[in-house]
Structure formats: C-alpha cells, structure tokens
C-alpha cells in the first residue's frame, strides 16, 4: 500500500502542527522563552553533541519556529527548514556554510535590490566574491564557472521585474559544475513555483513577504533539498569534514540529506545569531494557513490590473509574465502556472515625472518599500529600493528610473482599478 | 523492490515490529554516528546487541561487545549494519546461517550493496538500505521535527508528553512516503558520479 498524498492547502495547515502534548492546545503556542530545561546532566550534554532530539536554546531552535520550518519544509518538498531572522540573513547564514575566503558564487544579476548590495559589497568584505550572469542568457552562468565557484543564485520570479528564470536550464548548468543551485522562492512562494521540482538544492525566502503575507513580520528561512552529495570532492568542507567543535563529527555522514540545514543551525544560528523570534514565526504560520487563497488572489487581481493598465492611453509599457505577448509569458506558463504573481513593473509615458505623480495620487495603493502585502502597493524603485546601485545596475535589474513597481494585495480588483483610474487622471 | 525510496508504512512496520537489533560496527567513541544511533535506539526501548570484535570485554550502555553475529546468545530481528558497504556482503552471509534467521537488514546511511541486499532478500528478508533507524523513527514520531526537519507526517492527534525511554507512536499520516523527486533526484545523481568515476 502506498502512502496518499494530502495536497497543498491541506499541508499549509497541519505540517509541523501537531496538539500541544502538554496542554492540548490545537493551534501552535508562541513558546515565548529564551531556554529549556535539560532532564540532566547527560540529557543536556547529548543534546549539545548533536546525539539527541530537543530543545536548548531559541538562538538554536525554539518549538513554535520549528513549526514553521518543517511546514515551509514540506510546502517546498525539501527535507528540512531553518528559519532566520530576515530573507537576507537566510541568505547570509546559507552561503557562509558553502564559501570560504576567495570562493566564488554566481548570481543573476535581476535580484531584489537588497540582494545585489549584500553580495557586491558585505559579501565582498568576508572574501566572498559574486559574478554576475544574465537570467535571460544562460550561456553567461556556463561562461561564469570557475573552479572556485560554490554556487549558483537566481531568483524564481525576480523583484522587481516580476521575470521567470528558466530554473531548469539553470540546474543543469549547476549540475554540470557540481555545485549547488540556490532559488529565492520569495516571490512565487511554493503555492505558485516549487523550486526544488525544478532542480533546486536550496530554497532560500523572505517570509516577510507572501508567506506571512500580511505586512506584519521580518522573516527569512532556508530548505535543504536533500539533494545534493556534499561530500563528493573537497568543495564543501565544512559538510564533509569533522567539525572541531562538535567533537569531530562528519555533519553529511551524522545527518544524510537534511545535513545542510544541520550545517546552518548547529553553525550558522549558532555562530551568526540571526534567529527568528518565536513570536514572528507564530505570525508566519497564522498567515501560511491561508497562503493557497491569498496567493490565487494576488495573481487574479494582478492580471486583471494589469491586462487594465496595458489598454491605458497613459501607459507606455506594462511588464507581467501573466500577459500574452509578454517575453516571459512561456517561462510563467511552465513554471508558474497558476498565475504569475503578485509583482509587476510599467512605464508612464510621461516619464519619471508621471511616474512620481501617479505614486503621490494614490489613495488606496500605499507607497513602501515591501511586497507581498494584503494590501497593493506602489513603489518607484529607481528612487527606493534600488537607489545605491548604478544606473547600469539599476536597468540590468529592472529598475529603469522611468519604472514604477505594483504589489498587488487581497482588496476588490474594482476599487484598485479606480484608484489607479483616478490618480494617472489627476 | 525499489531500494532508492521507501514507503514510509514498509519503515513503520519495520520499527514497530523489531524488537531486537544487533548493530555491527557499534563504536564505544561518543561522537561516532553508530554510537548516536545505538543509545537513542536503546532508550527507545529495542533491545540493543553492540557487535564489534575490537571491543569484546567492554560495554555499551551496559550492553557487552559480542564478536559476531554467530556469538549473540538470543534470537535477533534486525542486524544494522554500521560497516562499509563492502563488508555488507560477508555480514549478511553469516546472517543467514543464523537460526532463527533475523527478519531485517539495515544498512546505515552511506552504506548500499546491492548484491547482499538481493541475497538478504531471496532468504525472505527485509531490506532497508542507506537510511539510517535513528532518524527514520525520530522523523515517523515526529521527535525529529525540533530540528526543522519534515517528518513527512501529519497527525491532529494529541501525542503524550515524551519522557525518557518511552516508545513513541509511529502511527502517524505519512505525506509523501519518502518517494519525494528530490529523493529521486539524489540517487540519481550519485548513479551519475558512479557511472562517470
Ligand atoms: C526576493 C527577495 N529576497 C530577499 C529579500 C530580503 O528579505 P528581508 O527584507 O526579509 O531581509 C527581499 C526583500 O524585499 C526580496 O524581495
């Protein structure tokens, strides 16, 4: 007899969950402590070593937070989860246990803006050097490898340009390198686009975005695939080498495929310290159990302000996968076929200043640096979040000064359509 | 049988029914694997046999080395084997000259042979290969889940608060059966780097 699968909207729900053993509470407790007591002093030193199951203290693992981790685990497919204090500290905890000073990784260049300053400029700092390829041309990530590379970083859907990377493509250039493919899913989220069917061997988010999904909590977290052999060549010491500090223990040989999210825990939390706290994680969760609904509104409602403002006299150009005709609507059909998004660019034909003007008009759109909101909203990322970069930067990441950015959130499509009616008049 | 996925019910009814485990290549070194493996094993309540020629006079957990299999003075139901995969073969011979033959063998993570394996199996054995008990029964309790990791499971039962050497229930709803396609994905990349060495 084979095990049935339950479907998505059901994992969303009941993953990781379970009734309070102690109390019986049904929805998860916010266990809002910093530590926990050991049974003794064998229990707490077996613990310390990796040798058992259970808690020590919230900066290593915290139950609410472990929640969270196995349900966005499970959405995603991956073997395990570890949840950190923002989208970047996932990505900084992620990539310290891959790169060592001198080490490379290539990313797209279409990044979250955020993104883009992490790896030229802290990433530089540690040693850690980023080369940049071009998602819509994959023959630059074969150019791009090296015998230093350790990675591969794209984005599913790419903020803000709202483009589908062709992640198949991607991994099997990964694969060819031997190294691992890293997906930031945040955009899609796995209701939508799930990476690691794809190809993926790590899956990296921003909760703060769809996952939580109501504007309300900075999150990150990290899915280890379970897919890659760390220990096939020396690239990966730190997975395939006794840890001094864990008494020589071989972290891929102890853990199997879940090894990676081991290695960002047991070190990363540990050492980096960006952990969530367990009342954010409680938060995630409330707002993961509804993701399935809210992600399919996002994209209905944004393919219908979209399809509205390509007919607009003022509307030079509206950039959605979702669209027929647009360059990337084939990716979105294959991948992301349940829509593509909440996320989208145009262009005024008036320009910048049209661009300024429609932002300053809006009355139910707010205008903010976030995404993935219940609420819409607008901004001109060429001013925000995209400022640091230069102005090469700023187009090869479809930020284009003459752009203007639309999250668009849960309200009736009617009432979003007449506020952006109103102010391109105004 | 496909030996690169399992069913979750064929480890749950593996787990659920062994009682007694002989584990070769036990190590008395507190921070081997096999060592990790044999004291959770234990405080879960299986009678645990350590089987380790180097360490004969000496204890684990209050469990004496025996040699071999051949020197276990009671029936046995499962021998996991905490060797090489090359040592699979010989070890699985002397299992079945056993008598009462073990019902399963278990190779450890890292560990497959597929020729012991076939051999186990044409005796009327079980076989799991490449996974390791420790895990699959803290992920099938869902006592593995502190660590973020996807026990696979879902159950909306309240389960008892665990104390020390209780048996936990495996009786939980399996999500996916371990059939995952990134469970795929990494046998085949590993037959890739095999056939490509
Ligand atoms: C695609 C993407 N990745 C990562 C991040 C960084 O996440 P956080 O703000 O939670 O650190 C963001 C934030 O905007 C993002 O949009």
């Not at chain 1, 994959?138 to 984005?155: G, L, N, Q, Y």
């Not at chain 1, 109501?214 to 060549?233: E, K, L, M, P």
């Not at chain 1, 090869?396 to 009432?415: M, N, T, Y």
């Not at chain 2, 007694?20 to 096999?34: D, E, F, K, L, Y």
Request: aromatic fraction near 8%.
């Amino acid at each position: 007899m084979t095990d049935r699968l339950p479907g998505f909207a059901t994992l969303a729900i009941h993953a990781g969950a379970q009734p309070d053993p102690t109390t019986g509470a049904r929805n998860t407790p916010i266990y809002q402590t910093t530590s926990f007591v050991f049974n003794d002093a064998d229990h707490a030193a077996s613990l310390f070593g990796l040798q058992s199951f259970g808690n020590i203290y919230t900066r290593l693992g915290n139950p609410t937070t472990a929640v969270l981790e196995e349900r966005v685990a499970a959405l995603e497919g991956g073997t395990a989860a570890v949840a950190t204090a923002s989208g970047h500290a996932a990505q900084v905890t992620a990539l310290q246990q891959l790169l060592r000073p001198g080490d490379e990784f290539i990313a797209a260049r279409k990044l979250y803006g955020g993104s883009i300053n992490q790896f030229s400029h802290a990433f530089k700092s540690f040693g850690w050097n980023v080369v940049w390829a071009d998602p819509d041309d994959i023959s630059t990530f074969e150019r791009a490898v090296t015998p230093r590379t350790r990675a591969i970083f794209i984005e599913s859907l790419a903020n803000p340009s709202g483009s589908v990377t062709d992640i198949e493509a991607i991994s099997a250039v990964a694969r060819k390198a031997g190294v691992p493919l890293i997906v930031d899913n945040t955009l899609a989220s796995p209701y939508l686009i799930r990476p690691i069917d794809h190809g993926a061997d790590i899956v990296l988010h921003s909760l703060t975005k769809f996952l939580g999904g109501h504007g309300n909590s900075i999150g990150g977290i990290i899915v280890d695939a379970g897919t890659f052999d760390w220990s096939r060549d020396n690239k990966y010491p730190i997975l395939s080498e006794p840890r001094p500090e864990y008494h020589g223990i071989k972290l891929q040989e102890t853990f199997g495929n879940f090894a990676f999210a081991i290695a960002c825990r047991v070190l990363g939390l540990r050492d980096l310290g960006a952990a969530l706290s367990p009342f954010n994680a409680f938060l995630f969760l409330t707002g993961i159990e509804t993701l399935p609904l809210r992600m399919q509104r996002h994209c209905d409602n944004a393919k219908a302000v979209a399809e509205w403002l390509s007919a607009h006299p003022a509307v030079n150009e509206v950039n959605y996968a979702g669209l027929t005709g647009n360059r990337y609507n084939n990716l979105a059909r294959k991948y992301s076929p349940k829509g593509a998004g909440a996320l989208f660019t145009f262009t005024l034909k008036g320009g910048y200043d049209a661009g300024v003007s429609l932002v300053s008009n809006l009355k139910l759109f707010s205008h903010l640096a976030n995404i993935g909101d219940t609420r819409s909203l607008v901004i001109h990322p060429a001013s925000t979040t995209h400022s640091q970069l230069t102005d090469e930067q700023k187009i090869q990441a479809g930020a284009g000064p003459d752009l203007v950015r639309l999250s668009i959130g849960l309200e009736d499509k009617e009432d979003l359509i007449a506020d952006l009616d109103q102010a391109l008049q105004a | 049988m496909n030996h690169d996925t399992y069913d979750d019910n064929y480890i749950r009814s593996i787990l659920n029914n062994v009682k007694t485990i002989a584990m070769v290549g036990a190590s008395p070194v507190n921070v081997r694997p096999s060592y990790f493996a044999f004291k959770y094993l234990a405080q879960r309540g299986y009678d645990m046999i350590p089987v380790n020629p180097g360490q004969v006079g000496k204890n684990l957990m209050g469990k004496p080395f025996v040699a071999s299999l051949a020197d276990i003075d009671r029936p046995i139901d499962m021998v996991d084997i905490f060797r090489n995969s090359n040592a699979a073969l010989p070890l699985v011979k002397d299992a079945l000259t056993l008598n009462p033959l073990p019902k399963v063998i278990w190779m450890q993570l890292g560990v497959r042979n597929d020729e012991a394996c076939a051999l186990a199996e044409a005796a009327g054995l079980q076989v799991v290969m490449n996974r390791c008990p420790k895990i699959e029964y803290g992920r099938l309790s869902s006592e593995i889940s502190w660590m973020g990791v996807n026990s696979r499971t879902l159950s909306s039962k309240r389960a008892p608060v665990p104390t020390q050497g209780m048996r936990l229930s495996l009786n939980r709803v399996s999500v996916s059966g371990g059939g995952t396609n990134a469970a795929d994905r990494a046998a085949q990349i590993k037959d890739d780097k095999n056939n490509n060495a």
